[in-house]
């Protein structure tokens, strides 16, 4: 299967963790004053306030006595995606405390295990891993046919080095799911090579092409090509490693190019955009590479407009990194395939936050995950892709 049928997915890893169940009915807080905080906790994520929206759900199930079923799961949900672990293991804890019934058990379980495999994953500390084991495993001896269990204890398993008991998880998960879970696939390269469940692999998807084929990432091959930005420059860098340290998990993938720098004018980034696919072009002027992923604005808007002015827009695949109304347009266009997007607001909070903390005389993470999304076309309007692509400042930036 080649690049040109699916988006470069490669640029992007992250903790992959199952979604949790929506809210039930009756799962609200009862309280009087944390039906309040709720709904206000409830109305500042839907503007997409996420760090204030969690501050209010830890409240309301505070206000509730711990008994807020509702708050707990915003509490999981969002304590994972902005690495706050207390309160996401606080609140786990509460749901297995509350849980009712075998499914409910054997989810509650689960989620704790989610929680520390994330946590782990973020740490690198075994101690962690052991623990996400030891939930799963609750889990499972709740309610045995629970395939994601399976797979995440798998995953513990192997980051443990016990490749004999994992290898048997991701053969069981195996038996229970269809051959277009992308997950499947990716459990089967485990079984062949535990080693692979400890790398810095992205997340397994899949996606239908336009020419309606589902793909995933695990089928893909081809040529790509990397544009870096400039030298000595940090955080980029580390966005080009992680790219290519992703890229290792995929031998079948080659990688072209990895040496040129655009810089930060995008004039000058055009210049050796286009001098670096002119290498590639082939005698019918079609271009020889399959993907090509840029690590920030001034390449991936230089990129793009030599995609566009050489007719190979939409031809290949192009994932980029950061958000303009242009690269927005590209996105729509099916110019571009991916977004890398980061959360400006959310890395404010977090700095914020963490300096209070340090001046307190707290303990404070040596390293804060601020948070990413990988925006494609099919979820770009998204109301939280939107809120990334498109953010409304006016809100912050008021006179």
Request: negative net charge; contains cysteine; proline residues 4%.
């Amino acid at each position: 299967m080649s690049l040109r049928s699916v988006i470069l997915a490669s640029v992007c890893w992250c903790f992959c963790i199952t979604s949790l169940v929506g809210q039930e009915p009756g799962d609200g807080p009862t309280n009087e004053k944390a039906q309040k905080t709720f709904k206000e906790a409830s109305a500042l994520e839907q503007k997409h306030d996420i760090q204030w929206a969690l501050e209010g759900f830890k409240k309301a199930d505070k206000q509730d006595g711990g008994h807020c079923l509702a708050c707990q799961k915003k509490m999981i949900k969002y304590g994972i995606e902005m690495q706050d672990w207390k309160t996401a293991e606080t609140a786990a804890g509460e749901l297995i405390g509350e849980a009712q019934g075998t499914k409910n058990i054997a989810l509650a379980h689960y989620q704790l295990g989610a929680v520390l495999l994330a946590q782990a994953r973020d740490k690198h500390k075994d101690d962690l891993f052991s623990r996400a084991h030891e939930e799963m495993a609750k889990a499972l001896g709740a309610y045995a046919n629970f395939p994601d269990a399976i797979y995440d204890d798998g995953q513990a398993l192997a980051q443990l080095k016990q490749d004999d008991a994992a290898r048997a998880r991701f053969e069981q998960f195996v038996k229970m799911r269809s051959e277009s879970d992308p997950n499947r696939q990716r459990a089967l390269r485990f079984i062949s090579q535990p080693e692979l469940a400890r790398a810095r692999m992205a997340p397994p998807f899949a996606v239908t092409t336009t020419e309606g084929q589902r793909v995933s990432l695990d089928d893909l091959t081809g040529k790509v090509v990397l544009l870096r930005y400039a030298e000595g420059h940090d955080s980029t860098a580390k966005r080009e490693e992680g790219f290519l340290d992703a890229l290792k998990a995929h031998p079948e993938i080659e990688v072209v190019s990895s040496n040129q720098y655009g810089g930060a004018d995008v004039e000058g980034a055009y210049k050796k955009s286009e001098a670096l696919l002119g290498r590639f072009k082939r005698p019918d002027g079609s271009l020889g590479v399959d993907g090509i992923f840029t690590p920030n604005e001034s390449t991936t808007l230089a990129m793009l407009r030599v995609l566009e002015d050489n007719g190979w827009a939409g031809k290949v695949k192009f994932v980029g990194f950061d958000a303009s109304d242009t690269l927005a347009k590209g996105l729509g266009d099916s110019h571009i395939d991916g977004l890398v997007l980061q959360d400006p607001v959310n890395m404010g909070y977090l700095g914020v936050k963490t300096m209070i903390a340090h001046l307190h005389g707290a303990p404070v993470e040596r390293r804060v995950d601020t948070g990413v999304r990988l925006i494609t076309r099919e979820h770009m309007n998204d109301p939280d892709a939107k809120a990334l692509l498109h953010p409304d400042l006016s809100r912050w930036l008021k006179p």
